[in-house]
Structures are given as structure tokens and as C-alpha cells.
């Protein structure tokens, strides 16, 4: 572990994008360890900013920590500000600056240099928002989700070999290990501390956590703290990893499903995930556009797809359809039929688009809202024709994904939630926690 200075300089961005909004970072005081049930015992979090570490007159402070979201669809920065104001206070999260392109890295499977660009531009935003005396003490990495584990090893390795020289050649400190495809568990983990961090459950007497729920391009993740002593025992032994904090041990039940993203379970609707040399051949099905054929380009492949020009479409056989990619897929832990969970991502966009909820405030579903939705869309495609041709597959999916897939009851409560205080609820920020531990970034 490198010991990293004290930061002196009060200064901070001129170019925050949020709002001021002190959270304090009471967890990561606490002991606080990491341990996958099957596997190694991974100290996470401890000893994050001791106190005393720096001189006791020293000034109210700010530092920078820089993660990039390489996703299967798109790349994001999240620049989080934090403050310091004494020595004898916990640093809190002052706020994020944000920005994404399109597409992801995958899409650059072929041209590595092409993709390294995408986040050098992204990372010349930092530039702009991190005062230049700060810059060699801000740690800048990138983690790579699902598009880049289906990549084949060598493409995904070629892409970032050519993130990590443009991190080598800015001014920001490059951590060992900063570039890196991230286990598919850490994603709901830390998706799951950032939630529950940002809506103070981690803190306190009255833990009141929440569960999460990712939907991606390409994977899907579910975390939540069981309460029933059955889920522990019924539940796969790689579904289960615990850490402490506060004196207390946190056994989350998580799982990421690979191919269950959004944008893969279009292929494998489509019967396409997974097919070499699909060029020229064409997919149809039930839940597009009877008349509907067209090109579509997902982590570097070219797919011809059309709706059933003769068969069926609508709601009935679409969801026959979508059930054959989930059905007896996933694992059903029977506590969560009643609970209700935090969702973002793909299911946040659908409902937004299919107005179920609204872009800036979120809002609460019951489960039943997505198959209304896509009841009504499947079975009126053309009055829905200048929307995603996707839409229907895709609200039949996410419907099929909840119900036949994780088991929720038609009632279970979804609080869609893309920002909470003005911090998007990314698993970026449970990982800059976590970087910012390794390194030793203290005052
Ligand atoms: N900071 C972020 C990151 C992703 N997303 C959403 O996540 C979905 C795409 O997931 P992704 O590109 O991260 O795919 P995976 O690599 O996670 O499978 C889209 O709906 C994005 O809008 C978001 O809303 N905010
Ligand atoms: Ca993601």
C-alpha cells in the first residue's frame, strides 16, 4: 500500500456540476473487511482516512478521486470531490461531476486507439475541474463491466493497454491495477454500499438497508441483506459475501448474471447471443414491428433483425419469447418476493421513456407497471413507431426478468432512483471508497 501525502491546499473546482452536499464518511472509519464466502478474506475500507495522520494545524482540505465507468453502452467519469474542513473532522462527499459518451470501449474492439481516445477526452474534463497542484494526488481508474468480459481476452486486454497509456501520460497518479475488467460481484456490492451510503443506512442504530437492482447492456445484478437465516442456507455459497463495519458483519446476497443485460437478452431473444458470423443472416421476432428490418451493432457485431412478417406480434408471444431466456435461469431467494428494492439503470431509462415515471424525480413501481406497460406497447406497435423498435421486447423482458426470473410478486415496490442528494447511485462511488482506502489518502 503507497502512502499518499497530505493534501494542503483548501482550493477546490470552479466547475462543480452538483450541488454542495456534505455526506459524511463515518463507514469507512470503521473496520471494515471483506469477505467472499468461497473464497480469500479481502480487507476493504479499513482505516480509511484515520485521523491524526496529518499535522494536527492543518487546513480545511479537498481532494479528488477519479472512476470511470467503462460500460457494455457507453464510458462515464465520476469526479468526487471531498472535504476535509479540520483535522479532527471526517472528510465528506462535497460532490460529483459527471459526464458519458457513446458507445462503450467494446465498441472499439478493433480499433483500441480509437477507444482510448473516448476516454481521454472524458478525462480532460478532470483537467478542467481538478486545480493543477492537486493533480498528481488524484487517483484516476477505470473498470470495465460486461461488454468487455464478452470481448475474447485479447481485444479487451489490447483496449486497456490503451486506456492505461493515456492515464500514464496525464497528470493525475496512476494507481497499480488502475485499469482493470471488474468482477461481476463487486458491481452489485459496491452498487449496494453507494445506495445505502447516500440514503444513510450505513450509519446509525436503525439500519434500514435497501436492496439493488442493475439492469446493463450486457449484465444484471441483484444484492440485498438477507434477513431470513433460509436465504443464507439456500442460496449458492458464491452468492454470498459479508464484510464489518461499526462492529457489525453485512452478509449480502449478490449475483450477476452475464448475457442478462438489457441489450443481451435482445440477442438472445433474437436467438443471435452468443452466434459467430451472423452476417447477413436475419432474426425476427414477435415483440418487433411486423414490417420492421434493420441493422443493429452491439459490441462490434453487426445483427439484420425484422419482426415476424407473416407470424404473430404483440404481447402474448413476445412473452413466450422472453421467457425461454430467463426462465429457470436465475436464482429465486424466497425473501425478496415481498421486499421492495432500489432500481436504476435500463429499468430507470424504459420507464422513463415509457413515461411510468419522470426523467428528473424518479419514482415508486409496483412490478405490475412494467407488464401494463408492455401490454399496451406490444399490442399497439404502431402506435408506438417512432419510439426504440425495441421498446416492446424490452419492457417484456425487464417484466419477465422480475417475475419469472428473480421471482417478484406482481406488488413488489421498485423506487426507481437515478441521482440521490445529486450523486448518481453508481457502483463508482463504493469503488472510489475503496481506491481511495488502498492508497492511503488521509490528512
Ligand atoms: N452512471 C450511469 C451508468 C449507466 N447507466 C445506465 O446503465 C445502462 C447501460 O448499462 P451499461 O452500459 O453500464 O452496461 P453494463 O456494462 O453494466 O452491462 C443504461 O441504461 C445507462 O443509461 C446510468 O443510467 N447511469
Ligand atoms: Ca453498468
Given amino acids: 500500500m503507497t502512502a499518499h501525502p497530505c493534501l494542503t491546499s483548501s482550493s477546490g473546482s470552479g466547475r462543480m456540476a452538483s450541488s454542495r452536499l456534505p455526506i459524511l464518511l463515518a463507514l469507512v472509519f470503521s473496520s471494515f473487511s471483506f469477505v467472499h464466502s468461497h473464497s480469500n478474506r ?3 475500507f479499513q482505516d480509511l482516512f484515520p485521523p491524526n495522520v496529518c499535522p494536527i494545524n492543518a487546513k480545511a482540505n479537498t481532494f479528488y478521486g477519479i472512476m470511470f465507468d467503462a460500460g457494455s453502452t457507453g464510458t462515464r467519469i465520476h469526479i468526487y470531490t471531498f472535504v476535509q474542513k479540520s483535522p479532527e473532522s471526517l472528510p465528506e462527499l462535497e460532490g460529483e461531476i459527471f459526464e458519458s459518451v457513446k ?9 483500441p486507439e480509437k477507444g482510448a481516445e473516448t476516454v481521454k477526452k472524458l478525462l480532460d474534463m478532470a483537467i478542467d475541474a481538478v486545480p493543477p497542484h492537486l493533480w498528481k494526488k488524484t487517483p484516476v481508474v477505470l473498470k470495465a463491466t460486461a461488454g468487455l468480459r464478452l470481448l475474447s481476452e485479447e481485444k479487451a486486454q489490447a483496449l486497456l493497454l490503451e486506456v492505461k497509456e493515456v492515464f500514464e501520460e496525464s497528470p493525475f497518479l496512476v494507481p497499480e491495477d488502475s ?6 460481484s463487486y458491481e452489485g456490492i459496491l452498487a449496494w454500499i453507494t445506495v445505502n ?3 444513510g443506512q450505513l450509519s446509525g442504530q436503525n439500519q434500514h438497508t435497501v436492496g439493488t437492482l442493475d439492469l446493463g447492456g450486457a449484465s444484471t445484478q441483484i444484492t440485498f441483506l438477507p434477513r431470513f437465516e433460509e436465504t443464507l442456507k439456500e442460496s449458492p455459497g458464491d452468492f454470498l459475501t459479508s464484510f464489518e463495519m461499526f462492529n457489525s458483519t453485512y452478509k ?8 442478462f443485460g438489457l441489450k443481451a437478452a435482445r440477442l438472445a431473444t433474437l436467438g443471435a447471443l452468443n452466434m459467430e458470423a ?3 443472416q436475419m432474426f425476427r421476432s414477435s415483440c418487433l414491428p411486423k414490417q420492421l428490418e434493420a441493422e443493429w451493432h452491439f459490441g462490434g457485431v453487426k445483427y439484420r433483425y425484422g419482426g415476424n412478417k407473416e407470424g404473430e406480434t404483440g404481447f402474448k408471444p413476445c412473452y413466450l419469447e422472453v421467457l425461454k431466456v430467463v426462465k429457470g435461469k436465475l436464482h429465486q431467494p424466497d425473501e425478496i418476493r415481498g421486499s421492495s428494492f432500489y432500481a436504476f ?3 430507470y431509462d424504459r420507464a422513463v421513456d415509457t413515461n411510468l415515471i419522470d426523467y428528473e424525480q424518479g419514482g415508486v413501481l409496483e412490478v405490475r407497471d412494467f407488464e ?3 401490454k399496451e406497447v406490444c399490442d399497439n406497435m404502431e402506435r408506438y413507431n417512432s419510439a426504440s423498435p425495441f421498446l416492446c421486447m424490452d419492457l417484456t423482458y425487464i417484466t419477465a426478468l422480475l417475475k419469472e426470473g428473480f421471482g417478484f410478486r406482481d406488488n413488489t415496490l421498485l423506487q426507481l432512483t437515478k441521482k440521490v442528494n445529486n450523486i448518481e447511485t453508481s457502483w463508482t462511488l463504493g469503488a472510489t471508497f475503496h481506491l481511495l482506502q488502498s492508497l492511503g489518502i488521509t490528512y
Avoid: C, E, N
Fill in 179 to 184: 485499469v482493470s475488467i471488474m468482477d461481476g
Fill in 197 to 199: 451510503f447516500l440514503t
Fill in 103 to 111: 458507445p462503450g470501449l467494446s465498441a472499439y474492439a478493433d480499433q
Fill in 42 to 44: 479481502v480487507m476493504w
Fill in 278 to 280: 451472423v452476417d447477413g
Fill in 345 to 347: 439503470s435500463y429499468y
Fill in 252 to 259: 449480502l446476497y449478490t449475483h450477476s448474471y452475464l448475457g
Fill in 372 to 374: 401494463r406497460k408492455a
